[in-house]
């Protein structure tokens, strides 16, 4: 599913749940190969591994392959270019670093009932003054274009991830890129700093 070295695996379920939530918008790919991109809501009590429920444009003809199928999500987290130059090491490459989940799942298509329900979790989660936004999605609207989507469960059968954070470098390189990111205006290089400094890879302990 995930080509991943050991040291850089992400194999802790909670933290793979906590690693979804905070990145839910996934890339849902199912075979013969067709790829949609969608915000998922992950259930994490239902199952053995989790529940995640998205919905998908009618007019997307993606859905219509989905039930009761095998299907693959990923969860990109931060990521960021790594210069040869932050390196401690006399001699070193460019690379990218970067954290993903991916799920495994059998997907199946949900009623229009259903499908929402969990629309009204999901636009919970998103905004901090429900009632406020409702003022713009009427009852007898919602109901209009909940008929232009489909509802999609995936049940959880495998979680991996990676964390490819240069691990396998000296303390003095992984100082040298958290120092670096820490540096670099642009959000995704600050987020993958905070990733680091979360998992205290910028002092060397893993």
Request: positive net charge.
């Amino acid at each position: 599913m995930l080509y991943c070295p050991p040291k850089m695996a992400f194999t802790d379920k909670n933290s793979l749940h906590d690693f979804i939530t905070q990145h839910s918008f996934g890339a849902l790919i199912s075979t013969p190969f067709f790829c949609s991109h969608l915000p998922w809501l992950l259930q994490r009590e239902e199952g053995e591994h989790g529940v995640l429920y998205g919905h998908i444009a009618r007019q997307n003809p993606h859905w219509q392959q989905l039930n009761k199928q095998q299907v693959l999500i990923t969860f990109t987290g931060p990521h960021a270019y790594i210069s040869p130059r932050w390196y401690q090491t006399e001699k070193a490459v460019p690379t990218w670093n970067y954290a993903v989940a991916q799920v495994l799942g059998q997907a199946e298509l949900l009623q229009p009932a259903a499908t929402r329900a969990h629309l009204a979790l999901q636009i919970a989660k998103y905004e901090p003054d429900v009632a406020a936004a409702m003022i713009k999605m009427p009852d007898t609207y919602q109901q209009k274009l909940a008929a232009a989507i489909v509802g999609v469960k995936v049940t959880i059968t495998e979680l991996s991830g990676k964390l490819k954070l240069g691990q396998h470098r000296s303390v003095a390189d992984q100082q040298g890129v958290f120092a670096a990111l820490s540096n670099n205006p642009k959000p995704e290089a600050q987020a993958l700093a905070a990733l680091m400094q979360q998992l205290q890879l910028a002092t060397g302990v893993s």
